[in-house]
């Protein structure tokens, strides 16, 4: 953690993956309580990540943000590749979802938020 105050935006951005994360456990239970394991587990798994990134993102360890680039190239990629399989038919969730992610990959990569966590 290279300064004392955190970013503003990087408090939003560890709030949105906080919760987006307890969105996905919660679909996770309710898959593993429907019996559907393998889906269950992936998801259980991709929400503690999500969660973890996003209280990493308040604690400010180096090793999250390097975390929360990755998941969000991802997430990003993935909507891409949702975009072009549906032939732009549903184009609106995810062109706002692609923009989005391009935002927090590039204001991960701002001095000042990189100074947050330790780079």
């Not at 019996?35 to 400010?60: A, H, N, R």
């Not at 706002?96 to 990189?114: A, C, E």
């Amino acid at each position: 953690m290279g300064e004392a105050r955190r970013p503003i935006l990087v408090t939003l951005v560890g709030v949105i993956y906080f919760i987006v994360g307890l969105i996905i456990l919660a679909g996770a239970i309710l898959y593993l309580y429907d019996g559907t394991w393998d889906s269950g587990l992936i998801e259980l798994v991709i929400g503690i990540i999500y969660v973890l990134v996003g209280f990493g993102c308040f604690k400010g360890w180096s090793w999250i943000w390097v975390l929360a680039i990755i998941i969000t190239v991802l997430y990003l990629i993935l909507n891409v590749v949702n975009l072009v399989l549906n032939n732009f038919a549903d184009w609106v969730s995810p062109l706002i979802i692609i923009l989005i992610s391009m935002f927090v990959i590039w204001y991960l990569f701002t001095p000042k938020v990189k100074r947050w966590f330790g780079y």
